[in-house]
Nanobody, 120 residues
Framework: QVQLVQSGGGLVQPGGSLRLSCAASGSIFSIKYMGWYRQAPGKERELVARLFSRGTINYADSVKGRFTISRDNAKNTVYLQMNSLKPEDTAVYYC??????????????WGQGTQVTVSS
């Protein structure tokens, strides 16, 4: 099992910044990727950013140029730096980690979620 503990988030004014953190612990054999999703009220959960173990990064078009995902391998921690925040970024943000167990088995883990509210 893998445990994910998220921190960060909160209330910020438009144009402001926040940083989210997600620390993974437990039986981490091989992390395929670490990333962030978000879910706004009445909407489906969507990918925000994802960092693969070999360095490839995916960003949602809506956050490109504003958000940056990074990882501290020694701490098994992934970060999401969010700048120039907009009201439409308001959502619950979830950390996501996918690990490889054995040769082909992928395990999917989710953090507890943290609220990000962008409002004046």
């Amino acid at each position: 099992q893998v445990q994910l503990v998220q921190s960060g988030g909160g209330l910020v004014q438009p144009g402001g910044s926040l940083r989210l953190s997600c620390a993974a612990s437990g039986s981490i054999f091989s992390i395929k990727y670490m990333g962030w999703y978000r879910q706004a009220p009445g909407k489906e959960r969507e990918l925000v950013a994802r960092l693969f173990s070999r360095g490839t990064i995916n960003y949602a078009d809506s956050v490109k140029g504003r958000f940056t995902i990074s990882r501290d391998n020694a701490k098994n921690t992934v970060y999401l730096q969010m700048n120039s925040l907009k009201p439409e970024d308001t959502a619950v943000y979830y950390c996501n980690v996918v690990t490889l167990r054995g040769v082909t088995t992928l395990d999917n883990y989710w953090g507890q979620g943290t609220q990000v509210t962008v409002s004046s």
